[in-house]
């Protein structure tokens, strides 16, 4: 029969509380990465409006080597690397497709990647793309990565050392060593890769993110993304003039994709504009994350001093019924299992946004408490 294997795999996913599916948005959001509330701001809609009123187009009709490229892709590259202090950026439809562009395309032959356990998925299938051997490093530590890349030179190896990390991990709402990565990059001369998906627009000045210190650097290449905070979509890959030309010429996720829609370059240009001129979202952000880790702590949620803090399960069914419980009570909480999370560790995501406020906060703590009991 066609694609029974396919109907066996679904039905065994679903046997073991692993099937993915659809469900509406629902209750008060405590799952969703749109941390500033932009993504239905009235001056994202404005811009968008204003960008269409001055005859920006909706599509770009081909990729970027093509007819495709447009000003407002020009114009948003040229303002984010001024933004973000890059020498150089580039701009993406999404972070998925940029991770999977900078693992194929960068990392050579003979080169090697030593990853962070957790790093996103996108990293891992642009490895899988990649010609370089890969290794994984243990979750945050620096030393681990160090050892890694020194072992492989005793053993022989003479490429190029790539370190890939993210700065605020999506799914435990930690955050990298950057400085101690930054020294390991220089000590074996090798290039920090940054995923800055759940930093960008949140931490850092001006919401730059928490790697804003070593932007700039020839060794660093930074991933600033629009889909979380930003409230828009696409995402800028952050780096040195030549990097930003090697992609532009070997990348195929850049080369064979049609090029972003000249409308979301022109609304991520306003989003950088609201980041610049709106700092009061970052401070009420961080004050809500401060609220949330006193009223969540108790329950047992992981106080991370970030916007993300998973309250650990440990049982995928478990983590589905917690979850279930608190749809019902009025909050849009998802339960995360794994392969999405180690096994073992199915969680709640609880996430801030500034969508709540300290109330809601303390609504969703008096109802994780009572879904428990």
């Known amino acids: 029969m066609q694609l029974a294997s396919h109907r066996d795999h679904l039905a065994d996913l679903a046997a073991r509380d692993r099937l993915r599916t659809l469900a509406p948005r629902r209750g008060i959001d405590f799952s969703s990465n749109d941390y500033l509330a932009l993504a239905s701001s009235p001056r994202l809609r404005e811009a968008a409006a204003a960008a269409l009123e001055r005859g920006v187009a ?21 303002e984010g690397a001024r933004f973000f202090g890059s020498a150089a950026a580039l701009f993406f439809g999404s972070g998925y497709a940029a991770n999977c562009a900078l693992f194929a395309a960068l990392p ?79 000590q074996h001369d090798a290039i920090l890769v940054i995923d800055e998906a759940h930093a960008t627009g949140v931490w850092g000045d001006r919401g730059r993110g928490l790697a804003e210190s070593l932007d700039g650097r020839d060794n660093v290449i930074t991933l600033k993304t629009f889909g979380k905070a930003l409230g828009c979509e696409g995402a800028l890959v952050c780096s040195s003039r030549l990097v930003r030309d090697f992609l532009v010429a070997r990348a195929r996720p850049f080369i064979f994709s049609t090029a972003p829609a000249p409308l979301a370059a022109a609304v991520a240009r306003a989003a950088l504009a609201i980041l610049a001129d709106e700092p ?11 609220h949330a880790g006193a009223r969540l702590h108790a329950l047992g949620a992981t106080v991370t001093g970030t916007q993300v803090m998973p309250l650990l399960i440990g049982d995928d069914r478990a983590a589905l019924d917690l979850a279930a419980a608190m749809q019902q009570r009025g909050f849009d909480v998802r339960a995360i299992r794994p392969p999405t999370v180690p096994a073992g560790s199915a969680r709640l ?17 008096d109802a994780l408490a009572e879904a428990r009991r």
Do not use: C
């Open 58 to 78: 909706l599509g770009s009709g081909g990729s970027r080597l093509l007819r495709g490229n447009d000003p407002e892709h020009e114009a948003l590259e040229q």
């Open 108 to 186: 050579q032959a003979g080169d090697l990647v030593v990853y962070d356990t957790l790093v996103h998925a996108s990293a891992h299938d642009g490895m899988r793309l990649g010609r370089a051997e890969t290794v994984a490093a243990a979750h945050n530590d620096a030393g681990a990565v160090a050892a890694t890349i020194a072992g492989w030179r005793a053993r022989g190896g003479t490429g190029t050392p790539w370190i890939a990390v993210e700065s605020l991990y999506s799914m435990d709402g930690d955050r990298a060593p950057l400085a101690d990565l930054a020294a390991v990059a220089e």
């Open 280 to 290: 009061e979202r970052r401070a009420r952000l961080h004050a809500l994350v401060a």
């Open 349 to 365: 995501r609880l996430s801030l946004t500034l969508h709540v406020g300290a109330a809601e906060i303390d609504s969703l703590a």
